[in-house]
């Protein structure tokens, strides 16, 4: 079974130009989770889409970052205009639909703003 | 407001004893508590998990034990090998939504 796959592995840009990471979750998995961890930060979450819907966008910083999962299937997250401070890993992950909500997560895209 | 702390930032164990990393919570609300792995530059993997109705759960050389009334979590991993070496984060879930302490480095020494 193929993993979720992301889209680069990384990526330099300067401040205030725009960037972004694609990700294609588990065959199935209708939750598909995008977070962003800070060296030496844990992962916070900043959007879960259930199929095509947002359940939970509310620490998504909506006046730089958008996310969208067109068709329930793969997703894509852009930040415009960058700031220094989104340098990080960016995560995507995916879980089945149910009441055991275990995610799989891609490698990751290391941003770093300039 | 970190709803999920892991206050130890790192961990050194010697090769073949008890790794013991711990993890507390302030939700009462959480359903499942989850350990992920983390080694550098891939993912989190899913290592174990316990229900929140469950007060232990065990895989092989993994356990983890939740007590809710303190609202801590604990995962124990014996005996420690050389591979165990890697970042481990506590997460805890409610209806869905996964949320991730800081995380631990757990260093095995020979």
């Known amino acids: 079974e193929a993993g979720v796959a992301q889209s680069p592995r990384y990526k330099i840009i300067e401040k205030r130009q725009s960037v972004a990471f694609w990700c294609n979750p588990i065959?199935?998995?209708?939750?598909l989770y995008w977070y962003q961890q800070i060296l030496g930060q844990g992962p916070k979450l900043l959007i879960q889409f259930q199929n095509n819907g947002v359940v939970d966008d509310s620490q998504l910083p909506k006046d730089r970052f958008s996310a969208e999962r067109l068709k329930g299937v793969d997703s894509t997250l852009k930040i415009q205009p960058a700031k220094l401070e989104d340098s990080a890993v960016y995560l995507c992950?995916?879980?089945?639909?149910?009441?055991?909500?275990?995610?799989?997560f891609g490698q990751g895209t290391r941003l770093t703003v300039v | 407001d970190q709803q999920v702390k892991q206050n130890s930032p790192s961990l050194s164990v010697q090769e073949g004893r008890i790794s013991i990393l711990n993890c507390d919570y302030t939700n009462s609300m959480f359903d499942y508590f989850l350990w992920y792995k983390k080694y550098p530059a891939e993912g989190p993997t899913f290592l174990i998990s316990?229900?929140?109705?469950?007060d232990k759960n065990e895989d092989g050389r993994f356990t983890v034990f939740l007590n809710k009334s303190a609202k801590h979590l604990s995962l124990h991993i014996v005996p420690s090998q050389p591979g165990d070496s890697a970042v481990y984060f506590c997460a805890a879930s409610e209806a869905s939504k996964i949320i991730f302490g800081s995380g631990t480095r757990l260093s095995i020494r020979p």
């Open positions: 992950a995916s879980s089945p639909t149910g009441g055991y909500t275990e995610a799989f």
């Open positions: 316990i229900s929140s109705i469950k």
């Open positions: 065959s199935g998995h209708a939750t």
